[in-house]
Nanobody, 123 residues
Framework: QVQLVDSGGGLVQPGGSLKLSCAASENIFNINNMGWYRQAPGKQRELVARITRGGSADYADSVKGRFTISRDIAKNTLYLQMNSLKPEDTALYYC?????????????????WGQGTQVTVSS
């Protein structure tokens, strides 16, 4: 079981920046996909950005060009650099680890979540 600890959220003015961190309890290179999701009040949780074990990244259209997902394998840490923040980016942000386990008889998939870190963009 993977444990994830999110941090780095806070209150920032529109146009500002924040960097979120997600510390994992095991070697993140062994994790198939890692990502950041967010959930605003009254809305469903949505994917913000994700990165594969091979290092390929993709982003939600709403954050492309403003957010960057990265990782430090030596530190077992995932990051989300958020620039040019907008009020609509306000949400609880969660780190996710997606693991695919292939056996001789089955393919099992597991999702693990951080506890969430609040990002509020307001003047």
């Amino acid at each position: 079981q993977v444990q994830l600890v999110d941090s780095g959220g806070g209150l920032v003015q529109p146009g500002g920046s924040l960097k979120l961190s997600c510390a994992a309890s095991e070697n993140i290179f062994n994790i198939n996909n890692m990502g950041w999701y967010r959930q605003a009040p009254g809305k469903q949780r949505e994917l913000v950005a994700r990165i594969t074990r091979g290092g390929s990244a993709d982003y939600a259209d709403s954050v492309k060009g403003r957010f960057t997902i990265s990782r430090d394998i030596a530190k077992n840490t995932l990051y989300l650099q958020m620039n040019s923040l907008k009020p609509e980016d306000t949400a609880l942000y969660y780190c996710n680890a997606h693991i695919i386990e292939i056996t001789t008889t089955a393919i099992n998939e597991y999702d693990y979540w951080g506890q969430g870190t609040q990002v509020t963009v307001s003047s």
